[in-house]
């Protein structure tokens, strides 16, 4: 988009301005701030994890199930690892994953909605109703079916994740593609006789991609969750040992009673990362729109 | 001023507290309405008329719209002080309003039956059965071909100006004493607008219903309106019969107005004559006359005072603020003599500012 | 209305054509020979060979699929490939518990989701929007599975109130006939029972039900704001009307068709989060059963778990839509 906004100086204008006020608007919005902390912390755990974990998050440290205490902050698990090094890990697998996938979705959903919504016709027809076709599935099932499908592993894992959200960001561009194209400066582009293409990249695209950017941020929150679901169904990383959040969680479930802290501990780690993504996504929403301006 | 007025109102304060701060949005208004009159209240969007109005009612939109100060009298029956609940009962049956678009001012999901019926057992004891009857009169008192039959429908189904008649019908419903009309036929096309302003006029003559009718359109109130109030910035500047005030306009703002409007007499050459700038912001208080900005008449005494409403031949005898008789008074400290309302401009020196 | 409702189901064809094609091509990208991937350490020459015969793994392509269309319509959705079980005769037995759950689920976020929404929509801004708006923030960031895992360690585990495994008293003994157990023990005549059925329900249905829960807050929270702004409910007022009428005839009259769309979507993720809550709480459903079926590498039974969720979920929300067409009198005219 900031390709198009430094070819057209109008655009370039209405696009700094639109940013500019946005950018204002989400510094006096406390909820916002506060996503944004939670989601730097969660990054910095995520990119620092080698560099400030006590312990190796493979290796026993320590006696099995220890409680929390200066050494293990958050304690070890069965096998005697660190579960604070763990949850930094787990951080880590999780951004990379959830990144990715939401990416992804966002390449393919977008790819598929500015088709559908540049150019309509009967290719929107039949993208619209492969969408349909993928919605219809509960996404965890869908996911579910993809892993099984291609077999368990990150990448597999990541596919997996942004195939049942690539969906809605086709829909969700393709439906402010739509509006735009009765905008009154596309129909003007149109009149003076700029090429489709043109109009739809140079003076479409730019405008409806906020909602796209809003769809992303909550969709993270989601992504972490459903991987952590994924995880906790047994179809995360293909390696047991791996210090994914839903995959520890299955052994954490089985010493809930004497060690509820581990549970409370990786959840924590899940909620809060979901909570910053949500309250990140909310706050850019009410900034971006300005008709929401109270 | 020793008989008592149906609805009296004094030196109204309504403000919107917003996040920019406090609107001050109606800054002292006050006016008479005697029982069977019709007043004309004209002025700009946003010049505190629909304010003034939703005040009276007690319908500012809250927590964000409050009285800060004045009194609203209905028959003596100070109404700003009322309870939620003795307000609820004064609303509909005594003072009823019509607002500008009847697209959105009926609900979609209900039958012109229900909200028919509803307001007349809001207020009276009377079975369903009753009620119904009397939605079928009132129905074809505003001339609605097949009343029975079209209590059945939604108001999608109506057309504009047949949905501003049922309006009509419900305001007039329950035999209010005032009826509040705020733009009734702007949002209308210009053939039904004559139609439905016919009609208000007629039933409201028949009923001897005082009427406050709210608008921009100065052309609608030369044919509805015994007087005129004209606001702006949130205060009555000029007030009037209506043909004194027409015939004779003496605030720089209210000649203005006259003069931006298509005359089908011809009488300014067919030239259309804006009033130029926007009205003030009202976030802050006025200091001085609040036209002063946009004011050719403009004096150095205005950028500091604020003119008060007073007669405009000097003030001997009591002030009639209502009725045929009423007095005709403006708020200006330089007010356009007659030989300058054809011009549009000052013609004497004594004038402030040219632009 | 009747022809409305014909070209909603017409409209759900393309879409059940791609869902039955997605699944078919499902069972044939399992990685390595279909023999091997889809009976995994279950296969035996004779297995292998009724599963290629079953499949009709030697024909065309276009063949199978035509196969597979035609069997799925009769109504034959394939068998477990570990006990050979027909799909649908163990889904009938696993379904009622999924049934049940989600239902628990429905109640608790509509029953709780709807009243809060609208106190916060009275109170915009104030103190008690903010609780109730972080309430629901809370709600879509917590995954299903940790709050039922928090629920059974402080109602189950510290303070012992509500049971946190199964759906029943395993010592129950009564006649089950439609698998509800709600419906079964009320028909039975056990009062204690059914007392024992919903204590079972109440924590997977606010783990299940926390999602739906926060996403219905906050659209009646918004649907009851907007709608409060609208002329009509200021005409409404103007009339005299009782607070209450306005609100309740005027305001949720119109701020429900909104919220009837959302509860109806909300359906895919119950059926879906319903896996990892049966999982949670040890509920015999649906869900636990494709779980099993993962780990057993019994690929036909998710493949036609997918199958009929999809379809129930496009049920549900061909139902919603027109009881949202009976609601709003402007789509049931056009």
Known sequence: MFRAALVDPQIARASRGLWGDAARRLRRNRPALVGLFCI???????????????????????????????THLFGTDLLGRDIFSRVLYGAQISLFVGVGAVVLALVIGGVLGAIAGGFGGRIDGVIMRATDVFLSIPSILLAIGIVTALGRGMVQLMFAIAVSYAPTFARLLRGSLLALREADYVVAARTIGASRMRILVRHMLPNALTPLIVQATLVLATAIIDIAGLGFLGLGPADPRTPEWGTMLVDARRFMQTAPHIVVFIGGAIVISAIGFNLLGDGLRESLDPKLKR | ???????????????????????????????????????????????????????????????AGRVEGGSVKLEGRELTTLKEEELRQVRGSEIAMIFQDPMTSLNPVLRIEEQLIETIQAHREVTKEAARTRAIELLTAVGVANPESRLRSYPHEFSGGMRQRVMIAMALALEPRVLIADEPTTALDVTIQAQVLDLLRRLTEERGTATILVTHDLGVLAGMADRVNVMYAGAVIESGTTDDLF????????????????????????????????????????????????????????????????????????????????????????????????????????????? | MGRYIVRRLLAAIPVLIGLS????????????????????????????????????????????????????????????VVNSQPFVAEFLTRFPGTIEL????????????????????????GWLDGLITGVSLFGVSIPVFVLGLALVVIFGVILGWLPTQGRIDARARFDATSGILLVDTLFAGRLDLFVDVVRHLILPSIALGSI???????????????????????????????????DN??????????VTTVVGLQVGGLLGGAVLTETVFVWNGVGRWVVDAIENHDY??????????????????????VGYALLNPKIRYQ
């Open chain 2, 247 to 355: 015939a004779n306009p003496r605030h720089p703002y209210t000649v203005g107005l006259l003069r931006s409007i298509p005359r089908l007499d011809g009488e300014t050459g067919g030239k259309l004559v804006p009033i130029e700038g926007r009205p003030p912001d009202l976030i802050d208080a006025p200091v001085g006359c609040s036209f002063y900005a946009r004011c050719a008449w403009r004096t150095d005494r205005c950028a500091t005072e604020t003119p008060a409403l007073l007669p405009i031949d000097g003030g001997k005898g009591p002030i009639v603020t209502s009725g045929p008789a009423a007095t005709h008074v403006a708020a200006c400290f330089n007010p356009v003599a007659p030989e300058e309302v054809a011009e549009g401009r000052p013609l004497r020196r004594s004038g402030g500012a040219t632009r």
């Open chain 3, 300 to 321: 036909p039974i998710v493949q036609s778990t997918i199958l009929v969720f999809a379809v129930i979920f496009l049920i549900v929300n061909l139902i919603v839509d």
């Open chain 3, 102 to 125: 989600t239902i628990g689920a429905l109640i608790f976020s509509i029953g709780v989701g709807i009243p809060l929404g609208r106190l916060a929509a009275r109170k915009v801004g």
């Open chain 2, 1 to 63: 001023m020793s008989d008592q007025h149906l609805l009296e109102v004094r030196d109204l304060v309504v403000r919107f507290r917003t996040h920019d701060g406090a609107v001050h949005a109606v800054n002292g208004v006050s006016f008479d309405l005697a029982a069977g009159e019709t007043l004309g209240v004209a002025g700009e969007s946003g010049c505190g008329k629909s304010v003034t109005n939703l005040a009276i009612v007690g319908l500012l939109p809250k927590p």
């Open chain 3, 21 to 80: 094609i997605l699944l078919f091509a499902y069972i044939r990208i399992l990685p390595g020979d279909p023999c091997v991937a889809i009976l995994g350490q279950h296969r035996t020459p004779e297995a292998c060979a009724a599963l290629r015969e079953n499949l009709g793994l030697d024909l065309p392509l276009w063949q199978q699929y035509i196969s597979y269309l035609l069997k799925t319509i009769s109504g034959d959705l394939g068998a477990s």
């Open chain 3, 249 to 258: 005839r005027h305001v949720m009259r119109n701020a429900w068709l909104p």
């Open chain 3, 212 to 246: 739906p829960l926060a996403i219905i807050t906050r659209i009646t929270r918004a649907s009851v704001i907007e709608v409060a702004n609208e002329d009509y409910v200021r005409t409404a007022r103007s009339k005299g009307l009782k607070e209450k009428t306005v």
């Open chain 1, 40 to 70: 730097v912390l969660f990054a910095l755990a995520a990119i620092l994890a080698p560099v400030i974990s006590p312990f190796d998050p493979y290796a026993m440290n320590g006696s099995s199930l220890d409680a929390p205490s200066l």
